[in-house]
């Protein structure tokens, strides 16, 4: 009678420092999905780190990620050295440059101590490289290394405050694009403009008709032109109450878009975003080349999304949303007893989790808090004022966030302009809040005057 050999939780350090980083930390996670007797079951997020002991090399992008496997800690160290030398990595210095680097920092609760494998990590302790990223996935774990006994989050409190080498998170928005680096005080805010192929939207709708390619060239040539550095195509309005349209009517919009996106020059360095709550529609536009999936719903909307994803292996936007857009503005969804922050945070941490269970890696994944989505005026107020606490929030540090507030309601309630196309002056002032509240990515209709606005905005608050 066969017995199943019982799964053990390990934890492993990654780390580049040559070539495409992102590429190989990827591969090297793919690698350990790959194997039956592995599977990657969280990440951390990735900080760029400047080297330690060999100054002369290259910045290191750094994460960890937590393993389930049958394997004993030998053969699981065979292993990730089988898939180094794959991935082609040559070492010719210790601690030098190195196109991949994979070690096993705990294994359950072992300890081993041999000359070729030390179990928990002998050095993980004065490294803040390894600190972070275990402190995303297990920041309460007390490992015994010596004589110390304290939490990794502890740890990492005491050596952080007296380091010196600046460490930021950074998250892929695409292949060929860029990096969005959360934690880098003097980041720039990106613009993500709206290009809606729809003839429904609110205060957009028909202006893009996906029929119409000189229309669409013209409108994004002008995007780019402006200052954009992300377009979010959509082909299904998020209005209260707009009605649904087919997946297929969807990607007959949306499409189209992509294509003359992809052959203009002047857009090799843009990112692309599909705006889109639907699997398929998200599978067939990143195929298609897009780069980022922006789901309103978070993955509530199509139990398929988020393992679509997962599978693709791009980046999604995860937005706060209770409801659909037709049952969002009801009294229950927009109710908050616990309070708004802390049940946006709560929420927020769900789809995180969601996501990584559906093989989603923690650097691939921006939140968005959902203004206008399931919240009243005030509430959309208080996220404004409120953002740093959502920033902030334990297990939330170091994301990336999207805000979107463009010409909503709320904009045109509290100044009283009822035409949605002349809320501009209305919305720079949520963008200016967005900006100080620490907002990467902004969502915006008036891309000339919101460049405009982020620019001066990240003068004074991101100096």
């Known amino acids: 009678m066969s017995t199943i050999a019982a799964r053990r939780k390990a934890y492993i350090a990654l780390g580049s420092n040559v070539g495409d980083r992102l590429d190989m930390i990827e591969k090297a996670c793919l690698a350990l999905d790959q194997d039956p007797d592995i599977k990657v079951t969280r990440t951390s997020l990735l900080y760029e780190t400047e080297p330690m002991y060999v100054q002369d090399q290259a910045r290191f992008l750094n994460g960890a990620c937590e393993v ?45 101590d041999t000359e070729r494998l030390k179990v928990p990590h002998i050095l993980m302790l004065e490294r803040e490289f390894v600190l972070r990223p275990l402190c995303d996935i297990i920041p309460d774990t007390t490992p015994s290394i010596g004589q110390t006994r304290v939490p990794l989050r502890e740890s990492l409190r005491r050596l952080a405050s007296s380091a010196s080498t600046p460490i930021s998170t950074t998250t892929s ?51 780019i032109r402006e200052g954009a550095t992300i ?39 843009v990112c692309i975003s599909i705006d889109t709550y639907r699997a398929t529609v998200a599978e067939k536009a990143i195929r298609a080349g897009a780069h980022v999936i922006n789901d309103i719903s978070g993955g509530l909307l199509d139990v398929d999304m988020l393992p679509t994803v997962g599978r693709l292996g791009c980046t999604v936007c995860l937005m706060h949303m209770r409801g659909t857009p037709a049952t969002m503005t009801s009294a229950e969804n927009c109710s908050y007893p616990d309070g708004l922050i802390p049940t946006i945070a709560k929420e927020l941490l769900d789809r995180v989790r969601a996501a990584e269970e559906a093989g989603i890696r923690r650097w691939r994944i921006v939140l968005d808090p959902g203004i206008g989505f399931a919240k009243t005026t ?37 100044t009283g302009v009822k035409d949605a196309r002349e809320r501009t002056w209305g919305t720079a002032a949520t963008v200016a809040a967005a900006v100080q509240g620490g907002a990467d990515v ?19 608050w991101r100096a």
């Open 173 to 223: 928005m695409g292949e060929g694009t860029f990096s969005i680096r959360a934690l880098e005080a003097t980041r720039p805010t990106h613009v993500m403009s709206i290009l809606n192929t729809t003839p429904d939207s609110f205060s957009d709708g028909g202006l893009n008709s996906p029929t119409d390619e000189t229309a669409l060239r013209r409108t994004i040539t002008s995007h």
């Open 378 to 414: 005030e509430q959309n107020l208080e996220i404004l004022r409120r953002m740093g606490e959502l920033r902030s929030w334990p297990g939330l540090v170091g994301f990336p966030w999207l805000l979107g507030s463009s010409r909503k309601g709320f904009v045109g309630k509290i």
């Open 68 to 112: 389930e496997t049958t394997l004993e800690p030998m053969p699981l160290l065979d292993r990730l050295q089988a898939i180094e030398n794959e991935l082609g990595r040559v070492k010719l210095i210790d601690k030098g440059p190195r196109s991949i680097d994979l070690d096993i920092l705990l294994y359950e609760e072992q300890v081993i």
């Open 442 to 460: 902004v969502r915006v209709h008036d891309v000339d005057e919101m460049v405009k606005v982020t620019k001066m905005s990240d003068a004074i």
């Open 231 to 269: 377009i979010d195509i959509g082909g299904q309005s998020s209005r209260p109450n707009a009605p649904d349209v087919t997946a297929e009517e969807e990607l007959a919009r949306v499409l189209p878009a992509i294509k003359v996106i992809k052959s203009l020059p002047e857009a090799s360095n």
